[in-house]
């Protein structure tokens, strides 16, 4: 999923890079209050196992082979805002020591994986865990939902970034400057690879780590360090403000610089937006659930309605996740061995 | 008797690429120190005016839209190399094989009509209308547009033009120097302290996860089935956090003992030099003067 130079305009990767200031900003304050001089060494060596962490290739049922990315897991450890830091970390190690994803990309990389995979993944895995001890189910099940649901995620605001670039960036003659797919090919293919393939490595590993930890590293979760300090973890709604807000910024951020919405003409359209699928990239869209393929707002270019699609999409998998979460932490309740255990 | 198939077979192949993986980013970056240490042209340039310079002619790329521009800034970077006596074998291979090479792949399917509509130059077939099955449809025509090539060709040659002036910055950097150049980038200290001991605790991460691997092929007999492997590799992974979350109160309670109490200061000892200034002269001229043609 790292984005290399040459396919994000200059001004994309401006935008990702603003995008990023505020939450590397507060991450280094958030760090800074939690542990001061401790989180040195933390940060750094975290962010070497998280580097090595995507050296592993992982054998998926089937075959193939992929690499997790790890923010997810690092979220559960150390704290979303630490593993912010932790993976733009590896991210700009990997871009200026190993030429791997672009410099002028890192903004954008970092907004996708860092911030995204730490945030969502730890929302979500919080949602399943609520309170329970570390040794409960829940942990794992979290895991597994939020890294899976941050990789999807992370795969999706990339696909946008990259598919907006034609529609935004073309030269006098109205060829693409930079990536030239648009929103439909990059959502089709960014989101067939990782709700098949890179989502389930995220999803197994993180969920299996997960499980090898609250089995005999307890020490090791946030979550129990919280538990032994106040007692009783913190309240996270505001965190989930906070990503609805991220959801809701993302897409119209990206869109802001763009030219006015009327100045495409209805031929423009035809091509960047509704052009031609490949056929496999067609039948792999098939998987897309409908309505996002298809919807769109009338009198509205169809570029917006992909967008808004996003949202509603992104819309329905949190409401889905809230749902499921609030009846597996209603059912954990009633349950009287786990009550004893708590 | 049963029969065990040859230990290369399937089960270790994740085993070895994983090993292989490992050594060979090790490898890499050894093999830059080693070119940051000939002597040659950018090595011999401040690393501060070199980061700077490098990341000016990598905006440049993205902002050049005409394709000889692009193709003279590629020719730069192959100048560059030369001159600061990097192979080119190696510089080509290292800038031209991987993400290029990928970003071909995904350039392929832009040459066609079908996603950059424009005046055919080769038709690979017209059906006089267009097909469809159910889901499944084909185009009236197929054919190879000039809109494509332009696309595509753009879209490698950017993507290795910025790659090559980014790996000619960390094949003549020396890391140590890299990261405390990154502070005139405006990278606050504490973070570029944490980046440099990221860097130095990848290399002792790999080095025992390479040793782990290694311990478990020489253990291993038969097959390992997929299921095997994945409970293997994430109990690895699970025992990295445990090691990593250890080595990291080792390492605080060493910094501790030394004095330390989280300020940090970064000895800076770059000295600019009238080259220095030459060099960046030069590349903002050539920047400059790139980027102002190409909007002609």
Redesign the interface.
């Known amino acids: 999923m790292h984005i290399?130079?040459?396919?994000l305009?200059?001004a994309t990767?401006a935008v990702m890079y603003a995008a990023c200031a505020p939450f590397w900003y507060l991450a280094?304050r958030k760090v800074k209050k939690l542990l001061?001089?401790?989180m040195?060494?933390?940060?750094?060596?975290?962010?070497?196992?998280a580097?090595?962490?995507q050296?592993?290739?992982?054998?998926?049922?089937g075959g193939t082979?992929g690499h997790a990315i790890g923010a997810t897991?690092l979220a559960i450890?150390l704290g979303p805002w630490a593993a912010v830091?932790g993976i733009s970390?590896?991210l700009?190690?990997q871009?200026?020591?190993?030429?791997d994803g672009?410099?002028?990309a890192i903004g954008a990389n970092a907004f996708n994986m860092a911030v995204i995979g730490a945030f969502a993944g730890y929302f979500t895995y919080r949602l399943f865990a609520g309170s329970s001890p570390v040794s409960s189910r829940r942990h794992v099940i979290g895991a597994i939902a939020g890294s899976y649901l941050a990789a999807n995620l992370s795969a999706f605001i990339t696909a946008l970034e990259l598919g907006v670039q034609p529609i935004l960036f073309r030269?006098a003659e109205g060829?693409?400057?930079?990536?030239?797919?648009g929103l439909n090919?990059a959502i089709s293919a960014m989101m067939a690879g990782h709700l098949l393939i890179a989502g389930p490595i995220e999803a197994?590993?993180t969920g299996?780590?997960v499980a090898?930890?609250s089995r005999?590293?307890q020490h090791?979760f946030l979550a129990s360090r919280l538990q032994n300090t106040n007692g009783t973890v913190r309240s996270f709604r505001p965190l989930w403000v906070g990503l609805g807000i991220i959801i809701l910024l993302t897409p119209l951020g990206l869109l802001a610089p763009g030219t006015a919405w009327g100045e495409w003409g209805a031929e423009e359209l035809q091509?960047i937006g509704l052009?031609?699928v490949?056929?496999g990239l067609?039948?792999l869209a098939?998987l897309w659930p409908a309505p996002l393929t298809d919807y769109t707002v009338p009198g509205w270019g169809a570029e917006l309605g992909y967008i808004l699609s996003a949202i509603l999409g992104a819309g329905i998998i949190v409401g889905i996740i809230w749902g499921v979460s609030k009846i597996v932490n209603k059912r954990e309740r009633k349950s009287p061995v786990e009550r004893s255990e708590g | 008797m049963k029969h065990h198939p040859p230990a290369r077979r399937g089960s270790f192949r994740?085993l070895e690429?994983?090993v292989h993986?490992?050594s060979e980013?090790l490898e890499?970056?050894l093999f830059?120190e080693n070119t940051a240490q000939r002597p040659g042209l950018l090595q011999g340039i401040d690393p501060r005016v070199k980061v700077i310079s490098l990341?000016l002619l990598?905006?440049t790329?993205?902002?050049v839209?005409g394709l000889p521009f692009l193709g003279i800034l590629y020719l730069i970077a192959l100048a560059l190399a030369a001159l600061s006596r990097i192979p080119l074998g190696f510089f080509l291979k290292?800038t031209l094989v991987f993400?290029p090479l990928f970003?071909g792949v995904i350039?392929l399917?832009?040459i066609f009509n079908?996603?950059?509509?424009?005046k055919p130059l080769i038709v690979l077939y017209d059906i006089g209308r267009p097909l469809s099955w159910g889901?499944?449809?084909?185009?009236q025509q197929l054919a190879i547009t000039d809109?494509g090539i332009?696309?595509?060709s753009?879209?490698i040659l950017?993507?290795s033009?910025?790659?090559s002036f980014?790996?000619l910055?960390?094949l003549t950097t020396r890391?140590a120097s890299?990261l405390k150049a990154l502070r005139v980038l405006g990278v606050?200290r504490?973070?570029v302290?944490?980046?440099?001991?990221?860097?130095?605790?990848?290399y002792?991460?790999?080095h025992t996860?390479n040793t782990m691997f290694l311990a478990r092929k020489s253990r291993t007999v038969g097959r390992l089935s997929?299921g095997e492997?994945?409970?293997w590799?994430?109990?690895?992974?699970?025992l990295?956090?445990?090691k990593?979350?250890t080595?990291?109160?080792n390492?605080?309670q060493a910094?501790?003992s030394r004095g330390?109490?989280?300020e940090?200061s970064i000895m800076d000892t770059f000295a600019l030099h009238r080259a220095d200034i030459v060099w960046a002269c030069i590349t903002l001229a050539m920047a400059t003067g790139i980027f102002m043609m190409d909007r002609l």
């Open positions: 290399p130079d040459g396919y305009s200059p990767s280094g001061t001089a401790r040195v060494p933390v940060l750094a060596i975290f962010s070497a196992f580097f090595a962490v050296m592993f290739n992982v054998p998926l049922p082979t897991l450890v830091i970390m590896v700009i190690v871009a200026l020591f190993f030429g672009g410099v002028t030269s060829i693409p400057l930079y990536a030239p797919y090919v197994i590993v299996l780590v090898y930890l005999s590293h090791l091509q052009g031609f490949p056929q067609e039948r098939g | 994740i690429k994983t993986h490992l980013s890499a970056t830059a990341l990598v905006v790329v993205a902002l839209q290292r993400i970003t350039a399917p832009a079908v996603v950059s509509p424009g889901p499944i449809g084909l185009p809109t332009t696309v595509s753009r879209l950017r993507v033009a910025s790659l980014t790996v910055l960390l890391w890299l606050p504490v973070f302290v944490i980046l440099g001991m990221t860097y130095r605790y990848i002792l991460l790999l996860v997929a492997h994945r409970r590799l994430t109990t690895t992974m699970g990295m956090v445990d990593s979350y080595l990291s109160e390492v605080y910094m501790l330390f109490r989280g940090v």
